[in-house]
């Protein structure tokens, strides 16, 4: 009883311990990555798929390392925007990288949203016995967005305890839906080669689901709100990526039990529904459970990743790095713009990019960052007393992540590839154009 107790008045005071920091990193990785990704991930590296989130999260382990030793060193939560402020002397690149972190959550939150649209289609049709046209799906993800920015500017957010209790209960339902998946396996789905894919397709699959991962580093942005934070807070980060690991391994491994390659190839945007439908014992219950599932993690996903990217777009205004509109709050301390305009790039990725766009993207803007945290933290291991050593490593993973995922798509998927360019090219140019525009007229800059 006291246990919950103590629970119950942090909730209320809104400092965080170690369940409410799980809770918030396995939120953050699982809350769309597992519903949205899944069949991607599965049609890139086929059966060998839980060896690519393997590596991923051994990966996003040493880079978690390079995070936590550079925010406990600087004492702030600006994550990786922050950390090459204190590497280069010009505050142009740090501004770079800034403007690409922001891309990338924007990226993550069309991930949600596309997922969210999906799955609402799904529902209808399995649940209410409606069969509404797939058109439907962009207007509804738009429109999910669009709702939460409403609710946002209004400063109405989820309960912190009701969210933390929800993320465990998802933990138990979908670690259950393994077990099951795995015990009751009936042989039904004819085994193919564990490498049916080619013996490197767990490399390019791990290079593409990176965006599964995301969200741990989140925990970073609340470092002032985190209890005992010198110990909280790399438990908590740890414990949470173990967990999401956990959680990916199974839950893939289960779904090449139960999904064969013509049923991926139909069902890739509701992969894991269709997986746990055909497990024998829960059939159609199965299939709603994780449908419903699916839906309130993926919006409450946005929701979060919503509330945080707008808080780090204002910082990275009030730094001079954006539009000073952007560092406008409102009474209630809001960023009204900020939300506006983050909101309106999130719906209009997710109604016009396909999901494995959209997966693509995010993947490559994460690794752009986790690539230059680890870089960060190997220059400044001698300041901040890492071990070098274990960001070396990690710079090696997402060194070779980021040219294998951009190899693979100018091999597979030329399109999907100049699209992504397209989008980071974009951002560096104009980028560049306010950089220079800034430089002639220091009054955009706030005092």
């Not at 006291?2 to 629970?7: A, F, G, N």
């Not at 967005?145 to 500017?153: E, H, I, S, T, Y």
């Not at 080669?193 to 991962?213: E, H, N, R, W």
């Not at 741990?216 to 949470?240: H, K, S």
């Amino acid at each position: 009883m006291s246990r919950l107790t103590t629970w119950l008045d942090r909730s209320r005071s809104g400092r965080l311990g170690l369940p409410e920091v799980i809770a918030m990193g396995v939120g953050g990785m699982v809350s769309g990555g597992i519903y949205a990704v899944l069949g991607v991930a599965m049609r890139q590296a086929g059966n060998a798929v839980p060896l690519s989130y393997l590596v991923a999260g051994i990966i996003t382990l040493l880079t978690a390392y390079s995070y936590l030793e550079l925010t406990l060193h600087f004492g702030e939560r600006g994550g990786v925007f922050s950390f090459v402020e204190h590497v280069v002397d010009d505050p142009t690149v740090a501004a770079y990288v800034g403007w690409v972190l922001i891309v990338g959550y924007v990226g993550v939150m069309a991930m949600y949203a596309f997922a969210f649209g999906a799955y609402t289609l799904t529902a209808a049709r399995a649940i209410v016995g409606i069969h509404l046209p797939q058109l439907l799906r962009p207007i509804i993800s738009a429109l999910i967005v669009a709702a939460f920015v409403g609710l946002n500017v209004r400063g109405v957010h989820e309960t912190g305890l009701f969210e933390d209790i929800a993320v465990y209960v998802k933990v138990v339902i979908l670690l259950s839906l393994s077990a099951l998946g795995v015990v009751f396996y009936d042989g039904s789905v004819t085994a193919l080669d564990f490498f049916d894919k080619g013996v490197f397709s767990p490399l390019t699959g791990f290079a593409v689901i990176f965006v599964s991962y995301e969200g741990f580093q989140l925990l970073v942005y609340d470092y002032e709100d985190i209890e005992n934070v010198e110990r909280v807070l790399p438990v908590g980060m740890y414990a949470a990526i173990l967990l999401s690991m956990l959680i990916y391994v199974s839950v893939s491994f289960m779904a090449t039990l139960h999904l064969t390659p013509a049923q991926l190839l139909a069902h890739q945007e509701v992969a894991l529904a269709e997986a746990v439908s055909n497990i024998p014992v829960l059939g159609g219950a199965g299939f709603v459970l994780v449908i419903l599932s699916a839906m309130k993690s993926t919006s409450s996903g946005i929701n979060a990743t919503l509330f945080g990217t707008s808080r780090l777009v204002h910082k990275i205004a009030t730094e001079g790095a954006l539009p000073r509109l952007f560092s406008f709050r409102n009474r209630e301390g809001i960023p009204v713009y900020s939300l506006l305009t983050i909101g309106g790039l999130t719906a209009a990725l997710a109604a016009l990019g396909t999901l494995k766009q959209i997966t693509e993207f995010g993947s490559v803007a994460f690794l752009l960052s986790f690539t230059i945290t680890n870089y960060t933290s190997v220059v400044l291991a001698d300041e901040t007393g890492a071990n070098r050593l274990i960001p070396t490593l990690g710079l090696l993973g997402t060194g070779i992540a980021l040219p294998t995922v951009l190899y693979h798509l100018y091999r597979t998927d030329v399109e999907i590839l100049l699209w992504v360019v397209g989008i980071f090219t974009f951002v560096f140019l104009v980028e560049s154009l306010y950089v220079e525009r800034r430089s002639f007229n220091p009054a955009d800059v706030d005092p």
